[in-house]
Each structure stands twice: as structure tokens, then as C-alpha cells.
T-cell receptor, first 115, second 111 residues
Framework: GAVVSQHPSWVICKSGTSVKIECRSL??????MFWYRQFPKQSLMLMAT?????????EQGVEKDKFLINHASLTLSTLTVTSAHPEDSSFYIC???????????FGSGTRLTVV | DAKTTQPNSMESNEEEPVHLPCNHS???????IHWYRQLPSQGPEYVIH???SNVNNRMASLAIAEDRKSSTLILHRATLRDAAVYYC????????????FGQGTRLTINP
């Protein structure tokens, strides 16, 4: 089946530094990928929609200059958390539509801890 | 986006069937009903989806009401590995296709 690979699975960084998270579709082409954030005991919150070759569409309240999204190829989207702060600590998850197969496939998530 | 309503939590016993309900009274004609589940510290996993007819796959069955205002995810024989948060989501056939997650149902399976 369709697989989305997300790396790293966890990362600890210092406050003020930037962190890049990669999301790859391994066996299918994903023209659209989605980035979510999930705080403990809460549901997933959509941050942005990433479109190959064009600018991402951000949800209301998500800072585009802080959460940089690049979708340069049909199999890779990246999320960079810039100037990270402790409040950015969260579980970040990407997903891609596999509409030809019916559903959406999710990465395994990245646990970001900012200290 | 059309909303869905699910119970916050449900509990069942191992090897028994589980029926997870979802209400979506404002569903439109082009909305597909998707179900995903999320195990602790993992990304969500696709379970099943349908439009009008009942659907079966190796993981579960999806029963859709005739008026499409509600649906039920059926796990025929629950195992401990089925303990997860289950999300019922409506996906518009056209448009941005983004998934908007509600709070889901936390399913506990007792041994």
C-alpha cells in the first residue's frame, strides 16, 4: 500500500534554532501534502496544505514565516520550524492524498521538543 | 466543512464486535465518509471510506444510513491492538480535499 515516510521521528532542539521535518511519499506521487500539529490529548490541527511547485496554503492563525513549507518535488515536502520556542513543542504529522487508492496516508509523526 | 459528531469514548471487550457511531446530519451529496484511527504516538491510519453503500475491507465494515446522516464503523472482533482514537471525517469530492479532524472516539478494549 501507499507509504509516507516522515523524518525525523523525534528531535530536541534549542530555543531559537530551526528544525526541518521531511515527508516523503515512497511509492506514489503526491501533488498535495498536508501538515498537522497535535498537542497532548488533543486532536490533529491542520496547519497547511502543501502543493507541489507552488506556495503552501496556510490555515488561519498559522504563521507562514515561522512554519516554512517547501514542496519541490512530487515525492517530498518539508516543514521547517524557524526560531523554535518551547511553545512549538508538539507532534507534527504529514499526510498525502492517495485518491487513486481512496484514502489518505499519514506519516508516523515527528515529536519536536524545544528546550 | 460539514461536521461530524462522535461519542468521546467507548469501551468494549476483546473478541467482541464494536460499533462506533458517527452523526453527520449536514452531509452533502458529494461528501465521502472516511474513518481513520490513531494509536498512541503514531500518525493516523486509514481504516475505510464510503459514499452511499455499505463497505467492507479487511480491517472493518462501514454501515451508512439510507439518508446518509449517520454511519457506523464496525470492528467485527476487537483485539487489544484496536485500542485507539477513531475519527469519522467527511471529505468533499471536489475542492482542497483537506481532512479536518474532530475529537474522535477513544476506544478502550478490555482483555
Amino acid at each position: 500500500g501507499a507509504v509516507v515516510s516522515q523524518h525525523p521521528s523525534w528531535v530536541i532542539c534549542k530555543s531559537g534554532t530551526s528544525v526541518k521535518i521531511e515527508c516523503r511519499s515512497l511509492d506514489f506521487q503526491a501533488t498535495t501534502m498536508f501538515w498537522y500539529r497535535q498537542f497532548p490529548k488533543q486532536s490533529l490541527m491542520l496547519m497547511a496544505t502543501s502543493n507541489e511547485g507552488s506556495k503552501a496554503t496556510y490555515e488561519q492563525g498559522v504563521e507562514k514565516d515561522k512554519f516554512l513549507i517547501n514542496h519541490a518535488s512530487l515525492t517530498l515536502s518539508t516543514l521547517t520550524v524557524t526560531s523554535a520556542h518551547p511553545e512549538d513543542s508538539s507532534f507534527y504529522i504529514c499526510s498525502a492524498s492517495t485518491r487513486g487508492l481512496g484514502g489518505y496516508t499519514f506519516g508516523s509523526g515527528t515529536r519536536l521538543t524545544v528546550v | 466543512d460539514a461536521k461530524t459528531t462522535q461519542p468521546n469514548s467507548m469501551e468494549s471487550n476483546e473478541e467482541e464486535p464494536v460499533h462506533l457511531p458517527c452523526n453527520h446530519s449536514t452531509i452533502s451529496g458529494t461528501d465521502y465518509i472516511h474513518w481513520y484511527r490513531q494509536l498512541p504516538s503514531q500518525g493516523p491510519e486509514y481504516v475505510i471510506h464510503g459514499l452511499t453503500s455499505n463497505v467492507n475491507n479487511r480491517m472493518a465494515s462501514l454501515a451508512i444510513a439510507e439518508d446518509r446522516k449517520s454511519s457506523t464503523l464496525i470492528l467485527h472482533r476487537a483485539t487489544l491492538r484496536d485500542a485507539a482514537v477513531y475519527y469519522c471525517i467527511l471529505v468533499r469530492q471536489q475542492g482542497a480535499q483537506k481532512l479536518v479532524f474532530g475529537q474522535g472516539t477513544r476506544l478502550t478494549i478490555n482483555p
